[in-house]
């Protein structure tokens, strides 16, 4: 025979059950998350460090993170993936404080610009090159008295200093290694 059990009983091991059921999800989720992140932590100390002239980089999510003085720069590339640099280039303190001008065949390039110099220069802005064909005529035309960035698709890869103008060219896969190594350069990391 079964016993008779109040509803008030019934009610009482009811959350009680709940309860526990709650509490041992709750721990398990606790502890897969612990597990999880402290399984990630011990791969990416070593293997997402690299240290080149000096400057630590460390790799997040797709990109390399470097700090000089109070600076943090970002780059799709380590230094060790990309090549030298054997022009001369202006340094990042001949951008401080001015206004960057850019014309670009690649916007992931464009963006790798803008996430480093954008916290030294005094805005940057899309134009045209006087003398080039400008597909936009609401771009102002530019000189290379003015800072300026050219990043332009070629067969050969290259990066050239005329004035205050800088052509990055190279083709559409590796523009943004070439810019890398541009930015690279120019705040004093790879050689200058």
Known sequence: MRRIISKRKKEKKKKWNQLVVSTVLVLILFLSIFGYSSMRG????EKNRVVYNGHEFVEKNGFWFTKIKDSEFSFRYNPNEIGQINSSLNLLESYYDKP??????????????????NPVIQRMQLACLEGDECKNDELPIKTCKDNFIIIKESDVAEVV???N????????????KITDGFLLKIIGIKGT
């Open 42 to 45: 011990g791969e990416s100390t």
């Open 100 to 117: 960057l001008y850019i014309s670009s065949d690649d916007i992931e390039s464009e963006s790798e610009i803008y996430r480093n110099l």
């Open 161 to 163: 200093q005329e004035d």
């Open 165 to 176: 103008c800088v052509f990055l060219k190279g083709k559409m896969g590796d523009l943004t």
